[in-house]
């Protein structure tokens, strides 16, 4: 095709009052529905004593912080892997956006510790391992397998790690912006050299690292069980939600006038990595699913009979309805990618199926109330029903939701919207699909 001609200028992107009310809107309705949630939720449930009953509200208000807050966050450590994958390739077509995965990589800065103290102050209530008693010998709940684990699963290890990890990813990330913002004052290839440099060392620590987080926020909720392909899962579903969010922004500001280097060929490039990783998403749920269920061994079933067959069958299903039928037949044609009204539904149905992705991550395990005196023992644990999507679920998740849109939005504001003195600029404006 054809291309008009191309005029690198500075765009500056301003916050409107429609942004602030929307960011604002999303926080304040989604804390109001949250406390009618907690305060308004009562499980009846025969046999519960009092002290039961508040331990369960608990849970669940624990259970709800720790979907939005690792969701939001993993979706915002792949927006960095994003511009580490695509800085090694030496890949141009994607410079044209870069400002936009900058920007949501910001949320880290105020994400990281939110899941971090998610993590330390809802431990004991999420993470049956870390019950007292559980790792020690001798005690009423003691648990010889996860007793076996304790050099990994123990609280001091867990704490460090976490800070570890999500302080190397936001350096990182800062390190990322900065040097690109650098860049659009000084030009040259010192900056381009440098988050080259970082990219390369970023992107192998970034594999092990980000494997071991997620054995530990998700896997590690259901202790007895795991899964040898279960990080590459949890990957599938940050990366395609980053991506869908890069996409969606790309819409948003080029239908306000901004981006002009951007292009359709932009969009349709970012919708093909939608189309794609949704198929990929797709195969490692197959692929960790199948094998376990033909393999029948109860340990690593129970993960799947509890979702399968119990009160979350629905959202079972309709994870996989939403992750792969809906991309894959209304992203299949060229002209679906490109259309606004297609991409932003499409998005929209992505992005609520990989929350509730990690949602039943967390929930069927999550929820389970151990009793006393056999904390430790199947004969021990009450079954929870799934409680639905209440006001508390759709409450956090429109706080989350508003609090990472609140700073994407203002993280675009600290730089042009596009790097203007970047090496590949051009390369970038002249991109075409050649379809």
């Known amino acids: 095709m054809e291309h008009a001609e191309v005029h690198i200028r500075e765009e500056k992107y301003q916050i409107t009052e429609g942004n602030k009310k929307w960011a604002f809107g999303l926080m304040i309705v989604g804390l109001i529905l949250a406390a009618i949630g907690y305060f308004t939720y009562h499980p009846h449930i025969e046999g519960l004593s009092e002290n039961d009953l508040h331990h369960l509200v608990q849970k669940r208000l624990w259970s709800n912080l720790l979907v939005n807050g690792y969701f939001f966050f993993i979706v915002s450590v ?12 030496n890949a141009g077509w994607y410079v044209a956006i870069r400002r936009i995965p900058e920007a949501m990589s910001e949320y880290t800065l105020i994400g990281g510790p939110i899941l971090l103290i998610i993590s330390i102050l809802g431990l004991p209530v999420l993470y049956h391992w870390a019950h007292d008693g559980v790792m020690t010998e001798g005690t009423s709940n003691f648990d010889e397998l996860l007793a076996s684990k304790s050099w990994y699963l123990n609280k001091p290890f867990f ?11 936001t350096y990182c990330a800062h390190l990322f912006r900065k040097n690109s913002r650098n860049e659009d ?4 290839l010192t900056n381009y050299q440098k988050n080259y440099n970082l990219s390369t060392a970023f992107m192998v620590i970034f594999a092990f ?4 987080f997620t054995w530990d926020q998700m896997m590690s909720i259901d202790a007895h069980w795991y899964s040898t392909i279960f990080s590459v899962y949890n990957f599938a579903t940050g990366w395609v939600s980053a991506l869908t969010i890069i996409y969606l922004f790309t819409h948003y500001l080029r239908g306000k006038g901004f981006l002009n280097v951007a292009s359709d060929e932009h969009q349709h490039d970012l919708g093909k990595f939608m189309f794609a990783f949704s198929v990929f998403w797709t195969y490692m749920w197959v692929a960790q699913f199948l094998l376990i269920w033909y393999a029948n061994i109860p340990e690593e079933v129970v993960y799947y009979k509890e979702r399968l067959f119990g009160s979350y069958k629905f959202y079972f299903y309709f994870v996989v309805l939403i992750n792969f039928l809906i991309p894959f037949f209304f992203f299949m044609g060229r002209n679906a990618k490109r259309s606004r009204a297609n991409g932003f539904f499409v998005g929209s149905a992505i992005l609520i199926g990989h929350w509730m992705d990690v949602y039943l991550m967390v929930m069927p395990a999550s929820m389970n109330l151990a009793t006393d005196p056999s904390d430790a023992h199947p004969a021990g644990v009450i079954k929870v029903a799934a ?8 409450g956090f998740l429109c706080m989350f939701a508003g609090l990472f849109l609140w700073m994407t939005l203002k993280a675009l504001t600290k730089a042009n919207l596009y790097p203007t003195k970047h090496p590949y600029i051009m390369e970038s404006a002249l991109h075409d699909v050649g379809v």
Request: glycine share 16%; with cysteine.
């Open 78 to 89: 792949c927006a960095i892997a994003f511009i580490g994958i695509m800085q090694v390739a």
């Open 185 to 188: 004052q000084i030009g040259g």
């Open 159 to 169: 704490y460090i790690r976490m800070v570890l990890f999500m302080g190397f990813w």
């Open 387 to 394: 409680q639905g999507f209440g006001a508390m679920e759709v």
């Open 209 to 212: 690292t980000f494997s071991m």
